[in-house]
């Protein structure tokens, strides 16, 4: 029987050991941490060892992280903005495994630390915009999918890139509700996973994810709506095809693989035009809306030639 | 009637919770007081919005239930609260609209004529709070008496808005329908019980005398 490194390694106490040694703590302090970390259930995020990337960064405040952990959708644990934060925190993060599958050459089941470990972390301050017209800033910690990716060596038929939230009823509440097809299926196509803005994060505000907003493992994709960020990722697929991915395959007409954030493709219900940015200024007025979501200028590109209208 | 004395006051009040309930929860999220356990949470508009929309149905749902809970009670109190919970039902959706007006889209008219016309779900929720206006002026026991038949007549609109205001709700939850499934069952409960009686007698809603009518 192989026994995966991440069968005997905390993922936190992993994470946080690097930022420990990593700051020339002592011993004494490993050991604590890895202690506290040791309990299974319920993982309170630990401190990461990470770099700013300013150039990746945006501006504006971020939102406090009492906003950004308990107003988000997660329907894994329910559909309201304050069930993950409620519904989540027994939820196992470790050990935690990724399986690789699909059109490339490097395929298996990999330990959560074996899929972080050749990968500094970073900061990133992105806007998020959530497909029902609210927006946040919030200040990631993680590292380019593309480098994540390119280790897996995918061939040239992959085209697109498939991800898969884990399906554990059990854990997950939502998940005994039929309101989404589960598990939760998420795609890019692979030139926009390799763009340097698309991200694997692990955690924010310097920490690991607390588990309602993804632990230990999701996607960030700054110039798509939210939903396209899948969270608690076991799977990571090469397809030639494109993936039926969640959303899109449930409600075709409001949702589309793509989901750029777009001010001018209203969902077919409500206006994309304006968002409201939650936080300090919640009775202030909407902000318009930027086209791929004030990224414009480094992914327009991908989307050259294409009818934005049809492909939202 | 000696228990209306009091229950009415006391009705009246509870009627008010959910909105001095908004009412702290702002004062709150501007810093200008601090009451222990009263929080909107991260986007306060939203769920001003949500919980005045919520309280109009719920309104409309118990202004509907006044009439059955007579006949099956045999109880005549229960329709002298018809008008003041109907009332309040205008009060929540007048203050939906509001939020809506004024904190969600900032005062502009132009942006909420756009909604109007391009989002259905908009287009239907307005024209409840529209059909809400001529009950809400015509609820006093003069206009009543004026009006006469033709008053119950004009009162039978609250089966159109409370389904007006079912759909509205139903047409703009992204996916999980349960809710807005709810209501529609506790509607259709509602005005089924309503058909069931025509049914079974039908002269009495058309001969019924207008000062107790059986419009709601």
Same mark, same amino acid.
């Given at each position: ?11 936190? *106490? ?14 004494? %302090? ?23 990337? %300013? ?63 050749? &990968? ?125 991915? *969640? ?21 077919? =219900? ?16 909407? $902000? ?9 200028? $480094? ?14 | ?19 001095? &309930? ?33 309280? *109009? ?53 132009? %942006? ?81 019980? =309503? ?22």
């Amino acid at each position: 029987m192989k026994i995966l490194p991440s069968e005997i390694t905390p993922y936190t *106490t992993y994470l946080s050991r690097r930022a420990l040694v990593a700051g020339g703590l002592g011993w004494a %302090a490993v050991q604590s941490l890895g202690g506290f970390a040791g309990k299974a259930f319920g993982q309170p995020p630990a401190a990461l060892k990470y770099t700013r990337n %300013a150039a990746a960064s945006i501006a504006d405040p971020p939102n406090s992280y009492a906003d950004i952990s308990t107003y988000n959708n997660y329907y894994e644990f329910g559909t309201d903005k304050s069930d993950p934060s409620e519904h989540a925190q027994k939820f196992r993060t470790q050990p935690w495994q990724v399986t690789i599958g699909g059109e490339a050459e490097v395929t298996g089941t990999f330990g959560l630390e074996d899929i972080l470990k050749p &990968h500094p972390l970073e900061e990133r301050v992105y806007r998020l915009r959530c497909v029902e017209a609210w927006s946040m800033v919030i200040p990631w910690i993680g590292f380019p999918l593309g480098d994540l990716l390119k280790r897996f060596k995918p061939t040239s038929k992959a085209k697109f890139v498939e991800f898969k939230t884990l399906y554990d009823p059990k854990q997950m509440p939502g998940q005994r509700v039929p309101v989404l097809e589960w598990p939760y299926v998420e795609g890019l196509r692979i030139d926009e996973a390799m763009h340097p803005l698309a991200i694997m994060a692990v955690g924010l505000y310097g920490k690991t994810l607390p588990n309602q907003n993804g632990a230990p493992l999701r996607l960030i994709v700054p110039w798509k709506y939210g939903f396209k960020g899948i969270k608690a990722i076991v799977g990571i697929s090469f397809t030639e095809r494109v993936p039926r991915t *969640t959303w899109a395959g449930s409600n075709p007409s409001e949702y589309g693989f793509f989901a750029n954030v777009n001010p001018q493709v209203d969902h077919p =219900r409500w206006s994309q035009a304006t968002e409201r940015r939650i936080g300090a200024n919640a009775f202030g007025p909407r $902000q318009p809306t930027l086209p791929f979501n004030g990224y414009g200028a $480094q992914v327009a590109a991908l989307y050259a030639g294409m009818d934005l209208r049809r492909y939202f | 009637m000696v228990p209306t004395r009091w229950l009415k006051p006391v009705a009246f009040a509870a009627c008010l919770l959910p909105a001095v &309930h908004l009412g702290l929860g702002v004062l709150n999220a501007t810093g200008v007081s601090h009451w222990g356990g009263v929080s909107l949470g991260a986007d306060p508009v939203k769920v001003m919005l949500h919980t005045c929309g919520r309280w *109009t149905l719920n309104f409309l749902m118990i202004t509907l239930c006044m009439s059955p809970l007579r006949e099956i009670t045999r109880w005549v109190l229960w329709l002298r609260f018809r008008r003041m919970f109907g009332l309040f039902a205008f009060f929540y959706a007048l203050l939906h609209f509001t939020v809506y007006l004024w904190l969600d889209q900032s005062g502009r008219f132009g %942006a909420l004529w756009q909604d109007i016309v391009k989002r259905p779900y908009i287009t239907i929720g307005m024209l409840g709070l529209t059909l809400l206006i001529p009950l809400a002026l015509t609820s006093t026991a003069k206009a009543q008496r004026r009006l006469g038949r033709r008053w119950s007549r004009l009162h039978r609109l609250i089966y159109l808005i409370a389904i007006l205001g079912v759909w509205h709700f139903w047409w703009q939850v992204k996916k999980d329908i349960r809710e807005p499934a709810l209501y529609a069952c506790g509607l259709a409960i509602l005005l089924g019980f =309503r058909l069931w009686k025509q049914r079974r007698s039908p002269a009495r809603l058309s001969v019924a005398k207008p000062a107790r009518s059986d419009a709601a």
